[in-house]
C-alpha cells in the first residue's frame, strides 16, 4: 500500500511537496530546491544516487494534484 497524499484547501501544494521531502529520512532536504507552477513541480538540487532521484521523483508524484514532476537533480558524491 503507497502513501498518498492529498492536496485540499487547507494545505497548498508547495506545503505538501515540502511535508514530503523534510520527513523522508533517506534524503538530504537542504540540496533539494522545488518550485510549484500550478499542478507541476519542478526540483532541482544534488543528490547522492540515482536511487534518490528516483526517490525524490516518486515521492512528490504520490501526492494527489500533482500532474507533472520535472526533475532536474543532479548525481553527485556529496
Known amino acids: 500500500m503507497s502513501l498518498q497524499l492529498f ?6 501544494l508547495a ?3 515540502h511535508n514530503v521531502l523534510m520527513r523522508n529520512p ?4 537542504r540540496h533539494l530546491e ?4 500550478d499542478q ?3 526540483v532541482r538540487g544534488i543528490v547522492s544516487s ?3 532521484k ?9 501526492i494527489n494534484g500533482v500532474e ?7 548525481v553527485m558524491s556529496i
Open 54 to 62: 528516483q526517490l525524490v521523483q516518486e515521492s512528490i508524484r504520490a
Open 26 to 29: 533517506h534524503l538530504s532536504a
Open 15 to 17: 506545503q505538501l511537496v
Open 7 to 12: 492536496f485540499d484547501q487547507g494545505h497548498d
Open 50 to 52: 540515482y536511487y534518490h
Open 40 to 42: 507541476d513541480v519542478i
Open 68 to 74: 507533472t514532476v520535472h526533475n532536474d537533480l543532479e
Open 34 to 37: 522545488y518550485e510549484v507552477r
